[in-house]
């Protein structure tokens, strides 16, 4: 892609950025659908398990755990706090986001819209921009990425990131390796797979076609 991403233009610079790729055995259509329709609850590994309950336990202590939403899609995500969809380009890209002090025990959640969202930047808040993107990758395969953007406010809120950041950086890494894994699935089970091009084009040497 050369063209400004939209996950650019909604988040310019950066403080830490990571993003993950995978190749997908189907049209780009399907892929892209595919990531669209997530529901982010069945992302599921033992280590995303172990994170998330150790990221939930000091609400549960504080007894103010609540019961898990039924289902997690992009269009639920105005159910969640602070986060909201901030931008698409049918077909190509979206872009998700959500403003808060991530790196608190409890994080402290700030609900802003999708047209303020590029340009919030009162101090002492953090930003996080993520992405699905798809591009064509040769006759029957889509690249699938995964990226993730995150972005302070001061140098304060910088300094409290970071040390955050260095901690759970290789779990976010895997959550988000494992989360286009489950795409990736969804998505070949739409369309053509590599395997069955590959099966229907193998003709052995010495069979008569009629």
Same mark, same amino acid.
């Given at each position: 892609?050369?063209?400004?991403?939209?996950?650019?233009? %909604?988040?310019?610079?950066?403080?830490?950025?990571?993003?993950?790729?995978?190749?997908?055995?189907?049209?780009?259509?399907?892929?892209?659908?595919?990531?669209?329709?997530?529901?982010?609850?069945?992302?599921?590994?033992?280590?995303?398990?172990?994170?998330?309950?150790?990221?939930?336990?000091?609400?549960?202590?504080?007894?103010?755990?609540?019961?898990?939403?039924?289902?997690?899609?992009?269009?639920?995500?105005?159910?969640?706090?602070?986060?909201?969809?901030?931008?698409?380009?049918?077909?190509?890209? %979206?872009?998700?986001?959500?403003?808060?002090?991530?790196?608190?025990?409890?994080?402290?959640?700030?609900?802003?819209?999708?047209?303020?969202?590029?340009?919030?930047?009162?101090?002492?808040?953090?930003?996080?921009?993520?992405?699905?993107?798809?591009?064509?990758?040769?006759?029957?395969?889509?690249?699938?990425?995964?990226?993730?953007?995150?972005?302070?406010?001061?140098?304060?809120?910088?300094?409290?990131?970071?040390?955050?950041?260095?901690?759970?950086?290789?779990?976010?890494?895997?959550?988000?390796?494992?989360?286009?894994?489950?795409?990736?699935?969804?998505?070949?089970?739409?369309?053509?797979?590599?395997?069955?091009?590959?099966?229907?084009?193998?003709?052995?040497?010495?069979?008569?076609?009629?």
């Amino acid at each position: 892609m050369t063209e400004r991403m939209l996950i650019e233009s %909604v988040m310019p610079r950066a403080d830490a950025l990571i993003a993950v790729h995978t190749m997908v055995a189907a049209q780009p259509a399907a892929t892209y659908r595919a990531a669209r329709d997530l529901d982010f609850l069945t992302v599921r590994t033992p280590l995303l398990t172990v994170a998330m309950w150790l990221r939930g336990l000091p609400e549960r202590l504080r007894g103010n755990s609540a019961a898990p939403p039924e289902r997690l899609r992009l269009e639920d995500m105005a159910a969640m706090p602070g986060w909201l969809l901030v931008g698409e380009r049918p077909g190509s890209e %979206v872009v998700f986001g959500a403003v808060g002090r991530f790196w608190r025990p409890v994080i402290d959640w700030r609900q802003v819209g999708p047209d303020e969202f590029a340009e919030f930047n009162e101090p002492g808040w953090g930003k996080i921009a993520a992405n699905f993107s798809v591009t064509t990758y040769g006759e029957q395969h889509t690249l699938l990425s995964y990226q993730c953007r995150t972005v302070t406010t001061d140098p304060d809120s910088r300094r409290r990131f970071r040390r955050y950041w260095w901690l759970i950086r290789p779990f976010v890494a895997h959550i988000m390796r494992a989360t286009v894994a489950t795409i990736k699935v969804d998505a070949e089970s739409r369309g053509p797979t590599a395997a069955t091009v590959s099966a229907d084009a193998a003709t052995p040497a010495n069979r008569i076609e009629p």
